[in-house]
């Protein structure tokens, strides 16, 4: 019974995310050592874009079993195009609640707004971390605290991946409450997209990839009611991105920009 509930738990997180690599203190962090530390925002002054623009902060919200260094690559992309950048690490790894991990979530943008003096911040979310951030937006006073969300391959749908896991003698996703909750069908999504799929007068953008091997349908990572869904092989037919990948790719990279830039979204299929 213990060799097999080792093997359940580990073949979730083998299927559910990133691989995670040891975690050490990004320039945007203090060192660890105290509570909280990887979430806890450090002061930075105000800087603009590369265009001249002021530029509101921007969190990279990671995902499922997501170590915040796993994000250091696009946070350090965004440092380099002069944005304020925050990597935010979900709560046990986002193996709880993901409706927890949006409340924790909703106070550390307080957190990032008192410490920047923004009024709104930017939110670029990974995998789960684009639930997060969306169910924040969608009922716990988001709207008027983020003026722009990006998803990349979140399961805004659900994902086929999670209800497998049923199949192949996992019992419910091993007992991973965000795994049950990303399940095609679940409660929890049905209530995340119940009504208007992008509410406020946020800007909402989603990033999915043919070659997603956590998100099927790969289709299930896009929203309706007017957000722009960007399908990297629509315009780069031969660029080859999976799930971890759209936090590493180049093309990816110049969609999230654009995105952040309020400017038309044409991926460079050349971008390293």
Known sequence: MLLRKILAVAATAALLLVPATAATAAPDRPAAGTPAAANRPATVTATTTAAGIAADPVIVVGGLIGLSIAYE??????????????????????????????????????????????????????????LVSRWYVKFLGGESAVGRYVSLGS?????????????????????????????????????????????????????????????????????????TNVLIQAACPLRVVGHLGLVLDGTTYTVVRQALRDTPIRPDCLAL
């Open 73 to 130: 690559p696009i946070a350090a992309r965004l440092r380099a195009d002069g944005f304020r950048v925050f990597v935010y690490q979900l709560p046990g790894l986002g193996f709880g609640d993901i409706r927890d991990s949006a409340r924790a979530f909703a106070a550390y943008v307080e957190q990032v707004r008192s410490v920047t003096g923004a009024s709104r911040v930017d939110v670029v979310g990974h995998s789960e971390g684009g």
């Open 155 to 227: 399961p805004q749908q659900g994902t086929y991946v999670a209800n497998i896991l049923r199949v192949v003698g996992l019992g419910s996703c091993a007992g991973v409450v965000a795994c049950q909750q990303m399940s095609i069908g679940s409660d929890f999504l049905a209530d995340l997209n119940g009504g208007d799929d992008t509410p406020g007068a946020v800007r909402w953008t989603t990033v999915r990839t043919w070659q997603d091997e956590l998100v099927r349908p790969v289709d299930n990572a896009s929203l309706a009611d007017g957000a």
